[in-house]
């Protein structure tokens, strides 16, 4: 899901003359297709009926259905009855465990993904620099990026122990750590630490991104003066906000759907100060059989994501720039 | 510009050199490393190191230590035969653990490039009228997230009697996926269509074109894709935590969360043989990756065809 979006984003940008000029070339021939167009035809619907099949059976009818199963109330054993609005109406209302959630959830973006970012930022741009070992450096950063998130998990249930090596660090500067994972104060920067260690893919494509910037322009301000942290921000930083953009709404995404470092180190704990939405649904869902209102909750989950991408678009028209809208 | 997957592209080797060839090639103030530079790199390096290297520590360390959780960093005990008690010591079957992740992950692999390839050809190649329209459909279907649709595919998976075998974590992947699909058209509509033309006229039918023509030109996008779904299915755990519930359907990455969540409170999880798993689970990841790095990059070029900037 989460690289999904982004190819979207370019798609539907690059669908879009492209289906006007298919719609006028189809207008011609379209009142009657010969029989070669029409075996053609034929041909095209049965290649694409694997994805025509899964997209009816496994996309189309488990949404129409879930509309359905989040205006009931159902554990699947018993007939579902149908309650209308009550799933959502008691998720907005009734529930302080869906709100604590939701609130957590953002509390985890918020930070977890322009931190990211802002690493994955100062880190390529170091990259991008002259440096000996670049290739060293770039695969000690990207290596964690391999590592499955069961075991990221499993291995930072040991990192962020009360004498862990982080509250070594910690200690080497004087500061004694807390005990994170079960502190209801410090289990979500908890998990925005783990998140960091993850920071070496935005790093790698920011670089790319960084060393398609002609040197051209850093010749010419130098010319002109500019020192490097002006030229960081008036030539290296406008040239990859697209890809900055891209990562932000992946980031976004992937983040309101954050499960399994949740479900593996805290359930949820301590006292539901790390209880996401997607750990939320799922316990619901497989551990209460409330598939009625897991499903109100998932919906709710989609409205949230939308809201937030539509958000970042909007706010995007001030701060991407696309160096082919100049030409 | 180059787009963005999560497939890292390839550097150019030396960026910051001015244009100029030998002794006039010199380095722009913009991108000189100072010996800061340098630091800093070492030390988010040694950083991010930490953890892999813990890894290794734990799995190295003795029971002993382990039950007293007194690790250190870097490695002091070596206790290479954690790797093979591994499998007999924690009372789980750690062998079918690896056995089932393997299954699930090449049969998912199978059929997401199979699917993909025939699905992706048609959409670039073939004419049909509602074809533009159903594409658009396709790369719509990429923005719902799992979520809406986990319940209901459960509840039909659960209807078939699926349950605890590996067919829910397998069979979608036989019916093609979005943006599979989407990377192999980008990529079948790169390659130029005078050899399926040509093949048309010499009499060969549309699947014989897909099948001998255009198929052995699309192994890269295709390496590319088995790579990923590889990795995906490998890692996945919210997939087998719905559907597999015994202990022999289970794949590693679950069964590793298995084996620290049956200890009691009175006994702590045997940590080094968690980790030996961790490390079981981490290096197909990573010797994957190495092996195919260039083809993940072939799919970036894919991507980057469709305007994604």
Redesign the interface.
């Known amino acids: 899901m989460a690289t999904d979006l982004g190819a979207v984003l370019g798609a539907a940008r690059a669908q879009g003359p492209r289906r006007a000029r298919g719609r006028r070339a189809d207008r011609l021939p379209r009142p009657k297709l010969s029989r070669r167009g029409r075996t053609e035809a034929r041909f095209f619907w049965l290649f694409v009926s694997p994805w025509l099949v899964g997209f009816l059976g496994f996309l189309l009818g488990p949404m129409i259905a879930s509309v359905y199963i989040s205006l009931t109330e159902w554990d699947s054993f018993t007939p579902p009855v149908f309650v209308g609005l009550d799933n959502y109406v008691q998720a907005l209302t009734g529930d302080p465990v869906f709100w604590q959630a939701l609130w957590n959830t953002f509390y985890y973006a918020a930070i977890s993904v322009p931190l990211g970012l802002a690493v994955g930022l100062w880190l390529a741009n170091l990259l991008n620099k002259r440096v000996r070992g670049r290739k060293f450096f770039r695969t000690m950063i990207y290596l964690p990026t391999l590592v499955p998130l069961v075991a990221t998990a499993m291995v930072f249930k040991m990192v962020l122990a009360p004498s862990g090596p982080l509250n070594d660090l910690l200690g080497l500067v004087g500061v004694e750590g807390p005990n994170w994972l079960l502190d209801p104060l410090w289990v979500k920067p908890a998990l925005i630490v783990l998140s960091a260690w993850g920071a070496g893919s935005a790093t790698v494509l920011l670089l790319s991104a960084m060393n398609g910037i002609p040197r051209e322009f850093y010749e010419a301000a130098e010319i002109d003066g500019a020192g490097p942290f002006r030229q960081f921000w008036s030539i290296t930083f406008p040239q990859i906000t697209p890809i900055i953009f891209f990562n932000l709404i992946m980031g976004l995404i992937g983040a309101f759907q954050i499960f399994s470092q949740v479900y593996i180190l805290t359930q949820g704990g301590p006292d539901n100060a790390s209880m996401m939405v997607v750990p939320l649904l799922f316990d619901q869902a497989f551990g209460f059989y409330h598939f009625g209102y897991a499903s109100a909750v998932a919906w709710l989950l989609f409205v949230v994501i939308i809201g937030f991408t539509a958000l970042a678009f909007r706010t995007s028209r001030r701060w991407v720039f696309y160096e082919t809208e100049v030409r | 510009?180059?787009?963005?997957?999560?497939a890292?592209?390839?550097?150019?080797a030396?960026?910051?050199?001015?244009?100029g060839r030998g002794a006039t090639a010199r380095?722009?103030?913009?991108?000189?490393?100072t010996p800061v530079?340098?630091a800093?790199?070492l030390i988010?390096?040694a950083?991010?190191?930490?953890?892999?290297i813990?890894?290794v520590s734990?799995a190295l360390s003795s029971d002993q230590t382990s039950a007293q959780?007194a690790?250190t960093?870097i490695p002091t005990e070596f206790g290479w035969s954690n790797f093979s008690t591994v499998f007999t010591a924690t009372g789980l079957p750690v062998g079918r653990f690896v056995l089932n992740s393997v299954i699930i992950a090449t049969l998912s692999a199978v059929g997401q490039v199979l699917?993909s390839s025939?699905?992706g050809?048609?959409?670039a190649r073939?004419?049909?009228?509602g074809?533009?329209v159903?594409?658009?459909?396709?790369?719509?279907?990429?923005?719902?997230?799992?979520?809406?649709?986990?319940?209901?595919?459960?509840?039909?998976f659960?209807e078939l009697g699926w349950v605890n075998t590996y067919l829910p974590l397998i069979v979608?992947s036989?019916?093609?996926?979005?943006?599979n699909?989407?990377l192999v058209r980008q990529f079948v509509s790169r390659i130029p269509s005078e050899m399926d033309e040509a093949a048309q006229v010499d009499g060969l039918g549309?699947?014989g074109i897909?099948r001998r023509i255009v198929l052995p030109m699309m192994w890269p996008i295709l390496t590319a894709i088995a790579i990923f779904t590889l990795?995906h299915a490998?890692?996945d755990?919210?997939g087998p935590?719905?559907y597999l519930n015994s202990e022999e359907m289970m794949p590693l990455?679950?069964g590793?969360?298995y084996m620290?969540s049956t200890s009691n409170a009175m006994q702590l999880p045997p940590?080094n043989l968690?980790?030996v798993?961790?490390?079981m689970?981490?290096l197909p990841?990573?010797v994957v990756?190495y092996l195919g790095q260039k083809y993940l990059y072939e799919m970036n070029v894919s991507?980057g065809s469709?305007?994604?900037?």
Do not use: C, E, H
């Open positions: 510009m180059a787009a963005a997957t999560q890292p592209p390839v550097a150019p030396d960026p910051g050199v001015a244009p380095t722009l103030k913009a991108f000189k490393a530079t340098y800093v790199l988010v390096s950083v991010f190191f930490v953890p892999l813990l890894m734990i959780n690790f960093v699917s025939l699905v050809y048609a959409f073939l004419r049909a009228p074809k533009n159903m594409f658009v459909v396709v790369l719509a279907t990429m923005m719902i997230p799992a979520q809406i649709t986990m319940i209901p595919q459960f509840l039909l659960k979608p036989f019916f093609s996926n979005a943006f699909v989407f549309y699947f897909y990795t490998w890692g755990f919210m935590l719905i990455a679950l590793l969360q620290t940590w968690v980790m798993g961790s490390i689970l981490t990841m990573i990756y991507v469709a305007g994604v900037k």
